[in-house]
Each structure stands twice: as structure tokens, then as C-alpha cells.
């Protein structure tokens, strides 16, 4: 079981890994560990991660507090910026980056950063987590591994907490191999809920992607809102790439100062909860 070949276990990786397109995955019992396992394979001492700004807060903390200390250097990165400024070292091995951001909802150029790595013989990795292979496939634009927080959309139940990288079969057999050195490889009882969760996955996206739209513009009208943020309104600076390829959920922000703010994020809060269940 801790060495990831019990049958729950090959069964709902191969799922994920034909979803996204992919050689092989890796089931773990959490994102974080999917994208520890993956960094910690791919890195070494006295290697250098390129990661792009905004990334998921345990991404964050990861490569800004516990990368370091082993000697792994870290570097961030605008990716909106001119590809020319991208801090990219001697040593450079590994380009970071999210599908959609969490919790910004910034979409990124994906196609222009891959030309870029590719140029440079750099391995790529995106956390593909909030577009799902419903909407995004990383590997077929280019990307080297793709990463899930699973716990999220693949589940969609509320019910257990997982993740998984997928990616060509050599890469990980080692990622496999340092996986079950580190632990954290998810038990047979939860892969049989991941996978009963993968078998409504279109359709509760589209679901909750269609909610996501309609809340969006609704919110974006409101007086209340100074904001939204959301790829799929035409005000989101990255409408246009996000109609290319993901939509997102959605992230308002309440006017400051304003006396029904309380209320009106506690609503907000509930449509948003009762929107993106299955």
C-alpha cells in the first residue's frame, strides 16, 4: 500500500492520467504532496526552480521557505512581463507555474512560457487544478507534468483529501520512487472516492462553470462589488486568454467601507458554496 500498487490505486491513476492525456500519474494523499514528491525528484542541491508569482500559498511557502534549505535556489517570476526579464539561471531546471491561479485567477500566457522552457531545455510543471482537463490539457500544449490538487474538482465531494502528477512513465517512476521515501501516498479507501467522483467530473464543471458565469455577471453589476475577479468577464485582463482556453471560478470583492458589506460576503459566500457543490 505505501508503495502505490494496490489495485485502487493503479486503477484511479490511470483514470487521471487518461484524462489529462498522459503516459503515468501518481496518486498522493494530498496536492501538497504531489507537488513536494514532483519538486523534490526533479531538484537538487544547487539547482535553481523558476516558479511563477501568485501560485497556491502551501506552493508558496514550499518554495520560498523549505526549498531553500536544501539548497535548492528559487527565483519568481511575472510571467506577464517580457520573457527577456525572467530570472533564468545557468542552473535553471524547472519552470512552475498554475493553470489558473489560486486564489488570484490570473491566466498566464501557457503557450509562450512552454516556448520558452522548450528553448531553453527547461522542464515545465503546472498545477492544473482549477481548469481541470475538462477545459485545459496541459501535456498537449507542451507541458512536461501536470499537477491536481484532487481534492477539489477531480473529487468534487467534499469527502477526502488527495492529489496527483501525471506525466511521461520514466518521469514518474522516479517520482514514485521518491514518493514512497517521503510518504504520503493516498490509501485504497480514498482512491475508491476519487474515482467515483471522476465519473461525474464533466458534468459537474460545466455546471459549476456555467453557476461561476452567471454569478460573475450578476456580482459585476452589483453596486456592492467593487470587483470580480473572473476570466470569463470581458473586464478580466485575461479575458481573452482565458476564452482560449480555462474558465475559473469566481473571487469578488466588496466595496470598502460599505455598511452591508458583512451581509452581503456572507451571501456571496453561500451562492458561491451552494453553486460549486455536486
Not at 483514470?15 to 507537488?35: F, K, T
Request: net charge positive; hydrophobic share 35%.
Amino acid at each position: 500500500m505505501r508503495l502505490n500498487n494496490t489495485p485502487n490505486q493503479r486503477v484511479v491513476g490511470a483514470r487521471i492520467a487518461a484524462l489529462e492525456g498522459g503516459e503515468d500519474s501518481y496518486v498522493a494523499a494530498s496536492g501538497m504532496s504531489a507537488i513536494t514528491a514532483t519538486l523534490c525528484t526533479l531538484l537538487g542541491e544547487g539547482d535553481h526552480l523558476l516558479i511563477e508569482r501568485g501560485c497556491y500559498g502551501g506552493t508558496d511557502a514550499l518554495a520560498r521557505h523549505t526549498l531553500p534549505r536544501m539548497g535548492i535556489e528559487v527565483d519568481f517570476f511575472d510571467a506577464d512581463t517580457p520573457s527577456q526579464d525572467w530570472p533564468v539561471r545557468d542552473n535553471t531546471k524547472v519552470v512552475y507555474a498554475e493553470a489558473i491561479a489560486n486564489p488570484t485567477l490570473r491566466v498566464i500566457d501557457h503557450e509562450r512560457l512552454v516556448t520558452f522552457a522548450r528553448a531553453r531545455g527547461l522542464t515545465t510543471v503546472v498545477d492544473n487544478t482549477f481548469a481541470t482537463p475538462v477545459f485545459f490539457r496541459p501535456l498537449e500544449l507542451g507541458y512536461d507534468l501536470v499537477l491536481h490538487s484532487a481534492t477539489k474538482y477531480l473529487n468534487g465531494h467534499s469527502d477526502l483529501v488527495a492529489g496527483v502528477v501525471i506525466g511521461p512513465e520514466e518521469t514518474l517512476r522516479r517520482v514514485r520512487s521518491v514518493a514512497n521515501h517521503l510518504g504520503g501516498c493516498l490509501d485504497p479507501g480514498a482512491c475508491f472516492l476519487l474515482e467515483r467522483g471522476l465519473k461525474t467530473l464533466p458534468l459537474r464543471v460545466r455546471y459549476q462553470a456555467g453557476t461561476a458565469q452567471a454569478l460573475a455577471e450578476l456580482l459585476e453589476a452589483h453596486p456592492l462589488v467593487s470587483r470580480v475577479h473572473y476570466p470569463g468577464l470581458p473586464s478580466h485582463p485575461h479575458h481573452r486568454r482565458a476564452s482560449k482556453t480555462p474558465r475559473a471560478p469566481t473571487t469578488p470583492e466588496a466595496t470598502p467601507g460599505d455598511p452591508t458589506t458583512r451581509a452581503k460576503s456572507a451571501t456571496v459566500r453561500s451562492w458561491s458554496t451552494r453553486g460549486t457543490r455536486s
